[in-house]
């Protein structure tokens, strides 16, 4: 079954809709092939949620208007990812967001109003997931796994947030690209004094 953006959520889990940075190349495809090496049924695209993951009460499209706004009015700013950590109650191993946070936070903040507002499960923190739904019992080892892998990683940690994406969970909980923002843009089209 095909969504439009009149449709809203549905039981198995569409209509779900987000906010992400997708992550640059090599960074990006490194994350993917690491996540892919710890879940190998994953079909991973590195990113970092602005928006977790929310369902909306009408069309996408005023949403992704009220996105816009804020996402082209924000300056641009970068992002540097620093190490390994595990959410203890959900047993998410996740990269931590270190330079960047604050911009992630105040927009995540700016955005999470009016048609956007959603009562999140978890207090938004920025990172970048590597492995979730595991067992107990596969925790410790994927960590050392991605923290030996993450230290081995000699490339760049840094990439500058210049493009946010709206999404929509689909059917085998993949997500389709809806709608594209460029950081920054209104604030380029204002010429200086």
Known sequence: MALDQTQGATPDGLGLYALVIYI???????????????????????HVSVLPPRYLPMEWGPA?????????????FEVELSGIHVFG????????????????HGMHDALNKGVLEYPEPYI????????????????????????????????????????AMFVRNTQGNC????????????LAAVPSR
């Not at 490194?30 to 190998?40: I, S, W």
């Not at 992704?64 to 641009?76: N, Q």
């Open 24 to 46: 640059p190349n090599p960074l990006g495809r490194f994350l993917d092939d690491l996540r892919r090496e710890l879940v190998p049924q994953c079909n991973p695209h590195a």
């Open 64 to 76: 992704s208007k009220k996105a816009r706004e804020v996402i082209e009015g924000w300056p641009p």
């Open 89 to 104: 109650g959900t047993r998410v191993i996740y990269i931590e967001v270190g330079k960047g946070a604050v911009d992630l």
């Open 124 to 163: 938004y923190h920025p990172h970048i997931t590597l492995a979730q739904e595991i067992t107990p019992e596969q925790v410790d080892g994927m960590r050392e796994t991605a923290t030996r892998r993450w230290n081995e990683y000699d490339g760049s940690r840094t990439f500058s947030a210049g493009t």
């Open 175 to 186: 997500w389709e690209d809806l709608d594209q923002y460029q950081i920054g843009k209104s």
